[in-house]
C-alpha cells in the first residue's frame, strides 16, 4: 500500500513540472529513441527484448499479448493504468522509480528535451520524417 502512495506521489511530483507533448521535435525524437531501439520498435508491431512501442501514447500499460512481461509491470497496469504523456515522463525520467521491479535497464533520460521530443516522436513516428 505504502509503494502505491510512494509512486502516486512520484506521478503527482513530477507530473507537475512535466514537459508538454506539444513542445516536442519529433526529428529530435527519432535521435533520442537511438537509445532505445536495441531493445523496443517504434515503427512495427515486433516485440524485441522489450515490448514494441507502437500507439504506445494512451495505450493501457501491459496490453501487448504477444509479449510476457515483468511481474512488477503487469501489477502496475493491474488496476487499468494508460501510459499517457505524465506516466510516460516519469517513467522514462526514472524507470524503476515509478516501477520498482521491472525488468527494464534503462536507468532514464536526465533531461527534460529528451523525454519531451521522445513523446512526440513515440505520438508519431511519421512526423519525424
Known amino acids: 500500500m505504502f509503494?502505491?502512495?510512494l509512486a502516486a506521489m512520484a506521478?503527482?511530483?513530477?507530473?507537475?513540472?512535466?514537459?508538454a507533448?506539444?513542445?516536442?521535435?519529433?526529428?529530435?525524437?527519432?535521435k533520442v529513441f537511438r537509445k532505445?531501439?536495441?531493445?523496443?520498435?517504434v515503427d512495427q508491431e515486433k516485440n524485441r527484448v522489450g515490448p514494441h512501442l507502437v500507439g504506445i501514447v494512451g495505450r493501457p500499460v501491459a496490453s501487448i499479448d504477444?509479449?510476457?512481461?515483468?511481474?512488477?509491470m503487469t501489477e502496475f497496469g493491474a488496476d487499468g493504468k494508460v501510459w499517457d504523456e505524465e506516466t510516460l515522463t516519469v517513467?522514462?525520467?526514472?524507470?524503476?522509480?515509478?516501477v520498482k521491479k521491472t525488468t527494464m535497464v534503462f536507468a532514464g533520460f536526465k533531461k527534460d528535451g529528451?523525454?519531451?521530443?521522445?513523446?512526440?516522436?513515440l505520438s508519431d513516428p511519421s512526423a519525424a520524417e
Open 21 to 30: 507533448l506539444a513542445d516536442g521535435d519529433p526529428a529530435e525524437g527519432a
Open 114 to 121: 529528451d523525454i519531451e521530443n521522445l513523446l512526440a516522436y
Open 36 to 41: 532505445c531501439r536495441a531493445c523496443h520498435t
Open 11 to 19: 506521478v503527482f511530483t513530477i507530473s507537475a513540472t512535466a514537459p
Open 3 to 5: 509503494s502505491k502512495f
Open 91 to 98: 517513467y522514462l525520467r526514472k524507470p524503476r522509480a515509478l
Open 66 to 72: 504477444s509479449f510476457k512481461y515483468s511481474g512488477a
